[in-house]
Every structure is written in structure tokens, then in C-alpha cells.
């Protein structure tokens, strides 16, 4: 695992609909580890090797995260946002924020006070951004309708391998899924092998409908990420047992190509890796759910990684989760050929 750069992709601001930095270092980083390294119009990077072989095989992780979008700025020259993804807007006030502008980041600072803090339906559109400026006019010197806004926060390590940071959700994913295409070069894969960083997943899924549409994989596995059940997560009842640490995870749903998992499951056994299980009752909600409407229709399967307090800008993961994703990936890789059958009888 390249620790030092999936780092400098969690540090890299990448708020749905303005990711090209972070795409920009993949693009860069896969140069030398692909026979082909593309990027699209809307920024999609996509790596790949055996590019001439008629079986392919996708990987998609979405390279954006949710965030902020200034709409207005007030006489006063505090800024007003709208929600980009599901954040949670109560995590907002009193901390420290960086606003994305064509000249550079604009550090800025979320108004708080005691009602703020008591209002039980805070949305949004109740933030202000104080960046310091004198007014309306001075703060339009700095910042424009549009900018995006992160939090100004950091990636630390912590015990047991654990790793905390924002927006783990989904750059680990984009990270895994380039580094199990360099694996699978080296461990010898033969079939047209895809890795894609998508956009707007947290908006519009837009980069993964033209990803898919262009590449028209014959086997598509969106790499994600999963809320647990360990620590203020999700309920077992309602998706299952998910903890951080106890290896990648695979979902069952009624549009999960149940093969494909059983592929996945035989991989962990073969690399003696202990994996988890979800369900979900419907959509995923992840890029596997536009992929494989694409075309005539594509197979797909979800393997995610589990997170802690998911879309806050402390989420929590396991490095070696993500390594055992990578790992299991590029065995997955390996193990797909041109003849494989996946109709279920």
C-alpha cells in the first residue's frame, strides 16, 4: 500500500462536481502501473490493461465527496450554501471551513451561537460562512456563486490501524480500485481489466453512466463504502453485523449478481481473508446502481469498505481493510477469463 498517497488523495478537496485535483494525481499516479490511463469530459479517469481483449472487467470507485456550494452572500459578507450529497448540517456550525476558489482556498469559519446550537431542524440554508470580509462587495473580491466548501480538517492515524479523516467516503474507493488494476498487471491478469474514479456520485451518478456506457463492461463491481453496526452506525437488524476491521464487505440485494459474489467469496478463500456480509432491500446507493443499467444491462457486485460515522468530517476506516480490498480485487481480476458463464442455469 502506497500509505503516502492515499494520504495526499484524502487531503485533496473534491466536492461533487469539482474533483479534477483528485483525478488529476490519479491520472498521473497510474501513468507507469496501466497500459492505457484515460480521462473523459467529465473527468472520469480510467486505467486499464489488456485493452484488447473482448471480456471486461470494471471497477468503479467515485472520487467525490459531499460538501457545500455557495448561493449567495449576504450585505454583511457572510456566505450562504446549499448542501452538495447528504451531509448533516449540524456538524457545521463552529468549525473551521476552506472554500474552493479559482484563485485558490479562501479559509473561512461557520457562525455558531447557544440558538443555533438548540434548532432541532437545521438545514443548510441556515449556515453562514464568516471568511473575515467587510461586506458584500469585499467578500465578492474572494470568492464567487458556485465555490465549493470542505471542512478544514486533516487525515490522522490512529490506534490499531484505524485511520479518521473527511471524506473517506468514496476516495478510499477510487484509491482500492487503481491499486488492484496495478496488482492484477503484475499478478498476470489476462481479460480487458478497468479501473475507474467516477464523479458525482454523490449528486448525479453522471460519471459513472459514461464511464460504463463507454467502456460497455461485461462485468462491472462498484467499490464503496458501508456504514457498521459496531459503533453508532446502522442497526444489525436492518443490514447485518459490520465492523471496522473484520475484512471488505459484500452485499446481497435483489440486484446483486449473486455469481459474482460467490467469484468474490472463493477469492477470500483462496487468499485465507476473512470478509463480511450486508444486505440491502433495494438500491445500493452506490455507482453499481447506474452501471448496470447501462447498455444491454452489465452484472455488477458491490464490495465496500466499513466506515464509522459516515459523511461527518471524522469518518473513521481500517487500513488493512483496505488493503484486503485491494488484495481481493486483483485476485478477482485474476481469476475472471473470456469464457466465464453467468447465467444462473
Request: aromatic share 6%; proline share 3%.
Amino acid at each position: 500500500m502506497n500509505k503516502e498517497f492515499l494520504f495526499d488523495l484524502l487531503s485533496t478537496a473534491s466536492v461533487s462536481g469539482n474533483e479534477v485535483a483528485v483525478e488529476k494525481k490519479l491520472y498521473d499516479y497510474m501513468q507507469d502501473k496501466a497500459d492505457q490511463v484515460s480521462v473523459d469530459e467529465l473527468g472520469n479517469v480510467t486505467a486499464c490493461i489488456n485493452p484488447a481483449s473482448p471480456f471486461k472487467v470494471l471497477l468503479a470507485g467515485h472520487a467525490d465527496e459531499i460538501g457545500l456550494m455557495i448561493t449567495s452572500v449576504g450585505s454583511d459578507g457572510y456566505l450562504m450554501v446549499k448542501a452538495l450529497g447528504g451531509i448533516y448540517p449540524t456538524t457545521y456550525p463552529g468549525h473551521k471551513v476552506r472554500i474552493h476558489t479559482k484563485n485558490g482556498v479562501v479559509y473561512g469559519a461557520v457562525a455558531n451561537s447557544r440558538d443555533l446550537a438548540k434548532k432541532t431542524d437545521l438545514k443548510a440554508s441556515d449556515l453562514r460562512i464568516d471568511i473575515g470580509a467587510k461586506d458584500k462587495e469585499d467578500a465578492l473580491k474572494y470568492v464567487e456563486l458556485g465555490d465549493t466548501v470542505t471542512f478544514d480538517t486533516d487525515v490522522r492515524e490512529l490506534l490499531n490501524g484505524c485511520i479518521t479523516g473527511r471524506a473517506l467516503d468514496d476516495r478510499i474507493g477510487a484509491y482500492i480500485a487503481m491499486e488492484a488494476l496495478s496488482k492484477a498487471k503484475e499478478k498476470g491478469a489476462s481479460v480487458g481489466c478497468y479501473s475507474a474514479a467516477t464523479t458525482c456520485e454523490e449528486t448525479c451518478d453522471n460519471g459513472a453512466y459514461f464511464t460504463a456506457s463507454r467502456i460497455r463492461p461485461n462485468i462491472c463491481l462498484a467499490v464503496d463504502v458501508t456504514y457498521t453496526s459496531d459503533n453508532c452506525g446502522v442497526s444489525e437488524a436492518e443490514s447485518g453485523s459490520v465492523c471496522v476491521g473484520k475484512g471488505p464487505v459484500l452485499c446481497n440485494a435483489p440486484s446483486i449478481h449473486k455469481k459474482l459474489n460467490n467469484i468474490l467469496r472463493d477469492c477470500a478463500k483462496k487468499l485465507h481473508m476473512d470478509i463480511q456480509t450486508e444486505a440491502a432491500g433495494a438500491r445500493t446507493y452506490t455507482d453499481g446502481d447506474t452501471m448496470h443499467k447501462t447498455g444491454i444491462g452489465v452484472p455488477f457486485a458491490l464490495i465496500s469498505i466499513p466506515l464509522r460515522y459516515m459523511h461527518t468530517p471524522a469518518e473513521v476506516g481500517s487500513l488493512q481493510d483496505i488493503q484486503n480490498c485491494i488484495d481481493l480485487l486483483s485476485e478477482f481480476f485474476v481469476c475472471c477469463t473470456e469464457n466465464m458463464n453467468l447465467k444462473p442455469f
